[in-house]
């Protein structure tokens, strides 16, 4: 081997060694949060695992489990209807409001703030607040309908709205985000497109139609997928204000997870359910990935 080969593969043995250097600290972070825990979780649902008691392997009898379980069933349904609630109605309505605040006018940043605000507020905090606006009696939502002579119901103790509230708390609270999302890609269509569909005598819904939406595509699907997860991910807003209730119509995943875990003591079983979410959600990512180029028309 010549001298200038044996250099050149040792200059690029010293690169591959000062990359490997510097990404170690996130590989070992990783590691040690991330995928050590994963795999002990995995390990976990394999067994029946008490919480203060021993560990007995059963293998896969936790999942075949879940196949008799109703209340798994009931709480997959659950999360599927509350995905499928909060995440078309927060993409169209992040949408019409970044359409509308696309321009510049007076007391835009006011405006756009006050949208903003809930997504930086606690969650916990937020959630109490609206419980206690959709109060049976001293709701300030039954109190104004009480104004016009109609008689609120008890929302969150009521099979058929419980968790309509939920999904509308929820969309409050997280559409300053998506809103943010599409007001930047917008902000980003060439002025000369619209002014070239106006010489064509566009009106402003073909223009939105024919314009804004292809251009903004990519950040729809980054939207949707973001959200989706977060859909199906959720706890926080169930466990203030429906505690899963009534009669488990707002009892998702997460929440029956949390509750086999820490109130049933049944660790072995609570990851299972886990991970099955975890499966259903890394599905959901692939075949979102690979659909993509069907319906995402510009990508840069």
Known sequence: MSKKKRSRIGSKLGEAITGWFF??????????FMFGPLVYAFFMSLNEW?????????????YQSLANDDTFSKSLINTFIFSAGLVPLNIILAMFLASLLRENFKGIGFFRTAIFVPVVTSLIV???????LFA????????????????????????????PAVIFVSVLKNVGLNMILFLTAMQQVPEEL???????????????????????????????????????????QIYVMTRG???????????????????????GYASAI??????????FTILSWVVRKRWVFYEE
């Open 23 to 32: 990404i170690s600290p996130m590989l070992i972070g990783f590691s040690l």
């Open 50 to 62: 008490p919480l203060l008691g021993d560990a007995t392997f059963i293998g896969l009898d936790n």
């Open 126 to 132: 937020w959630a109490i607040v609206w419980k206690y």
């Open 136 to 163: 049976s009696e001293l709701g300030f939502i039954n109190q104004f309908l009480d104004l016009f002579g109609i008689e609120g119901p008890a929302w969150l103790l009521n099979v058929k709205t419980a968790m």
């Open 194 to 236: 619209y002014e070239a569909s106006e010489l064509d005598g566009a009106s402003t819904f073909r223009k939105f139609r024919s314009v804004t939406l292809p251009l903004i595509t990519p950040t729809i699907f980054l939207t949707m997928i973001i959200t989706t997860i977060g859909a199906m991910k959720v706890f926080g």
């Open 245 to 267: 209730g009534p009669v488990d119509s707002t009892k998702v995943l997460v929440y029956y997870i949390w509750e086999t875990a820490f109130r049933l003591y049944e660790m």
């Open 274 to 283: 886990a991970f099955v979410l975890f499966f259903i959600l890394l599905i």
